[in-house]
């Protein structure tokens, strides 16, 4: 793990030498933990979105919250263990943003415009597949993108979700009935 | 074979899904906090607590509570966060500049305010780790309870027991009551009174911090924020 300490002024106790070895040491820490979080965004983001969307059913509040939680993955650079997987920390970030009521009511409120990137086609093919989706549970949606999607199991996805494996299983069944298996 | 609807609608999802564009660059930003108490790579989880502590359940007389596990920590410089607005030019020399904005909420709190503050949330804290989520919910504001549309009482104590069976126990650190509404997030939408009524003069915000795994990064915010009359402190847990 790499633990960082970032100091404004050198050890006091050190000769100046030493302290400079030590700031030296330190920022080539930060430069590593920069390099990394580069990567994890560059690795990562389409998952993290594409998870936030599926458990807000909102593209423009997905979009908001992947940006929101690398940021936090930014500041946290030098404090995270980067010898373990990102992902989880970015989805359980990304869900405690998503989860944040004040947050949540502040975004309904402010009013968040719609995509950009969109076209009126693609404005109401999305309009379309939400709607088919906004009966379904954050839990429910985010279950079928984690599991069928991005491959984890189910153990993996109860962690992340705070739930069971059994809980998770159960989501998904109940979204498959919700949405209609019928051909 | 043909499709089932289940699938078709997931198939479709994932295509527009995939179609999203990636932002060209990753966010940053030069904020640093200061005087994070949290030493550990492992142990961060930061909760804003601003804890708006209701005197009618934290009178003397209320039933006694057990030790806080938590403790809060001893007042720590940390970097205020403002949202930088240059002051607006002007010819007319005479003219003050225009103040930045800032995220310090404004007004004075009375002598005491503080630390009640920290002890409303360390009893609020220490009800959920327990597993008393009764006597915590009812330490929360009425209307926050019902205007938000969350589920309510069983919704509410349901995930933090799903939490407390997966992490083991719900321990938690307080951090030093602070004034600045986004010492914590720079982000942090500003505090709308009409959702949010009270006195913000006396409000205080205390970072709870939740070290449940090397992995994850959670925080809570709760707001402590008088009433307008200032006879009642209410909770508002914000996440």
New interface residues.
């Given amino acids: 793990?790499?633990?960082l300490a970032?100091r404004s002024e050198p050890r006091p106790s050190c000769d100046s030498a030493s302290s400079s070895v030590f700031r030296d040491m330190e920022l080539a820490v930060v430069r590593d933990a920069d390099i990394l979080?580069?990567r994890a965004?560059?690795d990562h983001?389409?998952d993290v979105?594409?998870f936030l969307?599926?458990w807000t059913n909102d593209?423009a509040s997905a979009?908001d919250l992947s940006?929101?939680a690398?940021?936090?993955l930014?500041?946290?650079r030098?404090?995270?263990?980067w010898g373990?997987?990102i992902m989880?920390?970015l989805i359980?970030?990304g869900r405690?943003l998503a989860?944040?009521?004040?947050?949540?009511?502040?975004?309904r409120?402010?009013g968040l415009p719609s995509p950009a990137?969109f076209d009126e086609t693609?404005q109401v093919?999305?309009l379309?597949?939400q709607s088919?989706?906004k009966d379904l549970s954050a839990l429910e949606r985010s279950t079928?993108v984690l599991v069928?999607?991005q491959g984890m199991s189910t153990v993996e996805v109860?962690?992340l979700l705070?739930?069971t494996p059994g809980g998770v299983r159960a989501a998904l069944s109940r979204?498959?009935e919700k949405?209609?298996?019928?051909? | 074979m043909s499709e089932s609807r289940h699938d078709r609608v997931w198939r479709d999802w994932k295509a527009m899904a995939d179609g999203a564009g990636q932002p060209a660059f990753a966010p940053r930003d030069n904020q640093r906090r200061g005087g994070f108490p949290i030493g550990l790579a492992s142990a961060a989880v930061v909760a804003v607590l601003i804890v708006v502590i209701a005197a009618r359940y934290w009178t003397p007389q209320v039933g006694g509570v057990p030790g806080a596990s938590g403790s809060s920590q001893p007042a720590t410089p940390t970097e205020v966060a403002t949202a930088t607005t240059a002051p607006s030019a002007t010819s007319t020399p005479t003219l003050p500049p225009t103040p930045a904005a800032t995220s310090i909420l404004s007004g004075t709190p009375r002598p005491g305010d503080e630390a009640m503050a920290v002890s409303i949330a360390t009893k609020y804290q220490t009800y959920i780790k327990q597993g008393n989520y009764a006597t915590a919910w009812a330490m929360i504001a009425p209307q926050w309870k019902s205007g938000t549309g969350d589920g309510g009482y069983a919704q509410w104590a349901a995930n933090w027991a799903d939490i407390a069976k997966s992490r083991g126990t719900i321990d938690f650190e307080l951090q030093t009551p602070s004034r600045d509404w986004q010492q914590w997030d720079p982000n942090w939408p500003a505090p709308l009174p009409s959702i949010l009524p009270g006195d913000y003069g006396r409000a205080f915000v205390i970072v709870v911090d939740y070290p449940w795994t090397s992995q994850t990064n959670d925080w809570d915010v709760l707001l402590m924020l008088p009433t307008t009359t200032g006879d009642v402190w209410e909770v508002y847990s914000l996440r």
């Avoid at chain 1, 989860?99 to 975004?107: G, L, P, Q, S, V």
């Fill in positions: 793990m790499i633990e970032i979080y580069e965004f560059a983001w389409r979105f594409q969307l599926a593209w979009e940006q929101e690398f940021l936090r930014w500041r946290s030098a404090k995270i263990d373990e997987p989880p920390w359980v970030t405690r989860n944040d009521r004040y947050r949540k009511i502040a975004r409120l402010g990137s693609q093919r999305w379309d597949v088919a989706l079928v069928t999607f109860a962690r705070d739930t979204g498959r949405l209609g298996d019928a051909r």
